[in-house]
């Protein structure tokens, strides 16, 4: 069985095939978590913000001391990855593939070490230290979102500028959902809420999530 090699392959472009599989790559991901602190509370309370972005980092390996060519050839490619394209006014999408394993990522970062030369001084070695960062379809994400949070009843510290409407819009992606929040914790002025103070968001009933 041939060796699968690992490929990055841009958006309306030829794959990039490895010429060595790395050894090991690193994949990040993490939370962004918010520390609400509240007056007479021994410790504060702690909120979820956000997810941040995965993030991949590898290093790949390329040789062509054996063939006498260029290896600027193979390595050009993938600084190409950083240009900005003149239609999108950003760099390419790009899915990296090894086996099972895919990440659809922009290339945020690369550096490039080149170790060998022939004697004209044409380098035929280099390690590139490459950093990918995920990217998410932010149509696919807002239309998700809403039926997770929905759906399940939780809590939420009030921040400052909050208010119902705001919060309704993050929670259930209608600001004009904010009555059953309102029910919920007995607020009567849904515009004066006070930072710190722990909101119940209950599920949507089924015809409102509907």
Same mark, same amino acid.
């Given at each position: ?6 490929? $990055?392959t841009?958006?309306?472009?030829a794959?990039?095939t490895?010429?060595?599989?790395p050894t090991q790559? !690193?994949?990040d991901r993490?939370? @962004? $978590?918010a520390e609400i602190p509240?007056?007479? @509370?021994?410790a504060?309370?702690?909120q979820?913000?956000r997810?941040?972005?995965?993030v991949?980092t590898m290093?790949?390996?390329?040789d062509t001391?054996?063939? @006498?060519t260029?290896?600027r050839?193979h !390595?050009?490619r ?5 240009r900005?394209?003149p239609g !999108?006014h950003?760099?390419p $999408?790009?899915?990296v ?5 895919l990440?659809?990522a922009?290339?945020?970062r690369v550096?490039g070490?080149?170790?060998?030369f022939?004697?004209?001084g044409?380098?035929v070695r280099?390690?590139l230290?490459?950093t990918?960062k ?8 807002? #239309? #998700?979102r809403p039926t997770?949070?929905?759906d399940?009843?939780k809590? #939420?510290?009030v921040?400052r500028?909050?208010?119902l409407? !705001? $919060?309704a819009?993050?929670e259930?992606?209608d600001?004009?959902?904010?009555r059953?929040i309102?029910?919920?914790n007995?607020?009567?002025?849904p515009?004066?809420l006070?930072?710190g103070?722990?909101?119940a968001?209950?599920?949507l009933?089924?015809?409102?999530g509907?």
């Amino acid at each position: 069985m041939p060796l699968e090699k690992i490929h $990055i392959t841009p958006a309306g472009g030829a794959a990039i095939t490895a010429l060595f599989n790395p050894t090991q790559y !690193t994949l990040d991901r993490g939370n @962004q $978590i918010a520390e609400i602190p509240i007056p007479g @509370q021994a410790a504060p309370i702690l909120q979820f913000v956000r997810g941040t972005t995965a993030v991949l980092t590898m290093e790949l390996f390329f040789d062509t001391y054996e063939k @006498q060519t260029d290896v600027r050839e193979h !390595t050009d490619r993938v600084y190409d990855l950083l240009r900005i394209d003149p239609g !999108t006014h950003a760099p390419p $999408i790009c899915r990296v593939g090894w086996g099972t394993f895919l990440f659809t990522a922009v290339l945020d970062r690369v550096s490039g070490r080149f170790t060998l030369f022939l004697a004209d001084g044409t380098p035929v070695r280099a390690i590139l230290g490459v950093t990918f960062k995920e990217y998410v379809d932010l149509a696919v994400e807002v #239309r #998700r979102r809403p039926t997770e949070s929905a759906d399940h009843a939780k809590t #939420r510290v009030v921040a400052r500028g909050d208010t119902l409407a !705001t $919060i309704a819009a993050a929670e259930y992606g209608d600001p004009a959902r904010w009555r059953p929040i309102a029910e919920a914790n007995g607020i009567d002025n849904p515009r004066r809420l006070e930072p710190g103070r722990v909101l119940a968001v209950p599920p949507l009933p089924p015809e409102a999530g509907s």
